[in-house]
Structure formats: C-alpha cells, structure tokens
C-alpha cells in the first residue's frame, strides 16, 4: 500500500497561492514549494501530474480571491463601477495575483471574446447589472463590458506592475469618464454602424 499523502492538494494549492502573492509566479517552483510546505518537492509530484497543474489550480485560487474580493460591489450604486475599481484595487494589493491571473500569456486567445469565459463568475454578474441598471440588451452590455473592461484591465496593469500610482480619486474619475463615453456612444445608436477605416497617403 503506498504511503497516505503528507499534504492534501489543497493544502498545497493554498501554500502556492501565498508564494506567488509574495513572490511572483516565477517563484513557483517544486523545490521553492516544498520548502515552503516544509518537504521536499516529492509530495508536489505524489498528487499533481507536474507544476503545470499546479498552476492552473493556483490561477483558479487566485481568480477566487479576486472574485470574493470584488463581490462587494454588487452592494453598491453604481455596482459595475464598483467591480472596476474593486479589480483596481486589488492589482494594488495583490499585484503578484493580478499578474497571474491577467497578464499571463496566452497562446489559444486571439480576441476579447475568448478570454472572456476565463473572467470568472463576476464578468457575468456584471453584464446582468448593466442590463439590469442601464437598459441595455445582452449584446449591447457585452459591448460596453467588453470596452471597460479593457480600460480597467490597462489600469490595473499599471498599477500592478508599479508604473503608475493612481490616488482613489483618480481612478474613480478615469472610469466614470471612461464608463459615461462608451455608454453615451451605445446609447447613440452608432455601435453597429461600419467604421471608417484610416487610408494610407496615396491610396
């Protein structure tokens, strides 16, 4: 009978997650995760197929996080300018998370609408919240999710990889410009119409 696992997996998802918040993914080693459990590398291999699983789970743990992090804003008015500066906020807290979970390559993805089932359960909370409190169809939420979301993702990103140092203030008037632009254009009607493509000098 083979010996009973000194950890169970989630133990040592649990002890990944908190060396990549302080560390980094590319501290996420079996040997750096063994030392960290207080073992050797080999009670990682007994239970997972390779640190390729590993890390899926630890993206998982930290997309969880994120998402009980940001949970809050559906308490507030307007809630889906909360969930952005709830992701802000947390790529200044969690930095080493938000790079895990956000700014990682990704080879299979060549648009916004492949990532998208990847963003978790908030993502689709907040396209019912933006129909629900702006009036919008499914198709014209996901427009305007899909717009701010990528404002807010480049946001974060600075703020996650140290560029900039935005004050709450700032943040909360860069998305309310950001949000009340993108709605005042879906609202126009002008979201379907064909847009002109910029002509080389001489064409």
Known sequence: MPPKPKFTKEQIVAAALELVSQQGVDALTAR???ARLGSSARPVFTLFSGMEEVRSQVRQAALARFESFAEKAIHYQPAFKQFGM?????AMDEPKLYQLIWMSENQQARCFEDIFPELGDTARVCIQVIC????LTEAEAMALFK???????GLGALCAAKVCHFSFE???QLLGLEFMSM????KSG????PTPVPQRDGQ
């Open 32 to 34: 750096e995760l063994g």
């Open 86 to 90: 709830q992701m802000i906020l947390f």
């Open 190 to 193: 002008r979201l379907n119409q």
């Open 147 to 153: 717009q701010i979301w990528i404002f807010t993702f």
């Open 170 to 172: 700032e943040i909360n």
């Open 132 to 135: 629900r409190d702006y009036g």
């Open 183 to 186: 709605l005042a254009f879906i």
